[in-house]
């Protein structure tokens, strides 16, 4: 491998490592057989037992908020929560004019 091209790589891995939809998954595990979700900050954790709620409300606003908002729905659909809780999963993301919508919520239906 060249130099060039380690230092691409170690450029383009640094980009994707800061992310906010990597940085969301890296903040927000689903335990699925034990129906739990936890959220990581500041050394804390945080955990909720996702059998005591049917709804899941998504929110966020500003130019990062579509790809936390991806990142948190990757993490629900890939821990394959929905086989062990009946939950339904909205969101509500406002963001900046002429920024292009790429999350797709069909993604995230269980039925």
Excluded: W
């Amino acid at each position: 491998m060249s130099i060039t091209q380690l230092a691409k790589d170690t450029f383009y891995n640094a980009l994707e490592s800061v992310k906010p939809s990597e940085l969301v998954k890296a903040s927000v595990r689903v335990i699925a057989k034990e129906k739990k979700l936890q959220l990581r900050t500041n050394g804390d954790v945080n955990t909720y037992d996702l059998s005591q709620h049917n709804n899941i409300l998504i929110v966020g606003a500003g130019k990062a908020s579509q790809e936390m908002c991806r990142g948190l729905v990757d993490v629900f659909v890939n821990s394959n929560i929905f086989a062990f809780v009946d939950l339904q999963i909205r969101a509500f993301v406002n963001i900046p004019k002429g920024q292009k919508v790429r999350v797709d919520l069909s993604m995230i239906s269980h039925e």
